[in-house]
């Protein structure tokens, strides 16, 4: 389930042997699968060669803006971590990233530079051979990153009222879960939109609620922007229904008039005098247009320099560095070979970069069990962490589900630590078993449910039972198994 904690950056620092592990093997029937957050053993690898390469080499101020990057993406690094938790509590809009690994793309930005130089640097002999062993390996080693599941509650080509009506079934508006990223004037969120058949037909919604008594004798509506031409006899409170932020700027006759937010929905509303020309549009805030005057004055300094050093330069900083066409034949032959790969092997058969599943064995389970609870859910095995293990150690277990059709309501599942009379020692249970409600489960797919249990440190010593079983939340209601019991033993537990 989601909570708060999911997007607070001090519970979500990157632990540093994730930064630099290899990724998982996909698998096509996993739900809610995740990945570590990983910078790629390879990648990392290539960019210290090079920044091995820069220092052996150049020491001139032409490296100068490699080293920067390295640096850069050293800070970046360090951010990830949770020994920057002190900088991130000074820089108070840096809570505004939530989650630190979110830092990622930009150290790839900086590493990737430093892995070219490398290749470069090689002699005229060696470079396409390393290229292409280079290229080849970031690409096998992220190959599981393309083979993500899709939400099948969204249809392939979803429209605007498609999003809007899993927006309103899940919560989760925008890009966000949570809505966070709503402005602060937003307390009520509307039940339903008013603008459910306009979508449908394709059209951009009229956002104007207009008083009664006042005729509309022109409108020009366009996405970010919207114009009325008005007949009033006396002024009149407009209603602009889009959210109010700054940088929405209304005008009448072509002059600024004050807009403020409806209670609670937030709304745009201002007054009108009056007939006239009313207009509302998103003409941005001043820290945007300063943000993109500091980016093209950036980019306009970037090129300035790269000009100047081109004309400056008296020797290149690395040296052979011509390119014949015949070098990319080998790279044209490798994109080859690496697509028929990819479509001639991974694609069809289960591999070390991709697991299949066949609807009934899921590969990673140590022990197969399989047992219904009730009509809707299935289990097809488990996992546990340890058989023995010491008071206050952690018992991890997972249980392997799957949907049954008969599946129509969300339900919860529960791990116990029991006395042998069934007495519960320590438990864990998942309103949302893998964080998806149920009724979002696909019928072809499993979820891999984990729970975690300490054991109490006051636990006497001696062997307990592990047992799992689903319940409805609703009502607590235990669902029966095939051999009748509210639950399943998966096995014994010894703790010292």
Known sequence: MIVTPDFDYRFNFVPPAELISFLPRADTGRLNPSFPSTLGLIQIFLAAVGIIFLLVRFRSRRALPFFALALAAFGFILLMLSVSQPIWESISLLSFVQLPMRLRGLVALCLAPLVGIFIFALPTRWRTVSACIAIAAIVLSALPLLYPRYARAVPSNPTLRDMFAYEQRTGAFGTTSFGEYLPVWVQNLPDNSPFDETYARNEIPNRFVISEGVNVCGAQIQAQSQTLCINSNESWHAIFRAFYFPGWVARVQGNVIPIAPTPRTGLITFDVPRSG????????????????????????????MLAFGMIRQREPLLSNSEFRISDFTPLLFLALALIAFKAFYVDRVSNPFLAHFDGARVEEVSQTR??????????????????ELKRGETLRTTLYLRALPALKQNLSTFVHLTAPDGFVLAQKDNLHPANLPTTEWDLDAYAADAHALEIPATLAPGEYELRAGVYDPQTNTRLKTSDGADFILLQKIRVQ
């Open 277 to 304: 020309i009313i207009s509302v549009a998103y003409e941005g805030t001043n820290v945007e247009h300063i943000a993109e005057l500091i980016s093209i004055a950036a980019a306009i300094f970037v090129l300035g």
């Open 370 to 387: 399989q047992l219904r609870f009730g009509d809707e859910i299935e289990l097809l095995g488990f996992g546990v962490n340890a058989a």
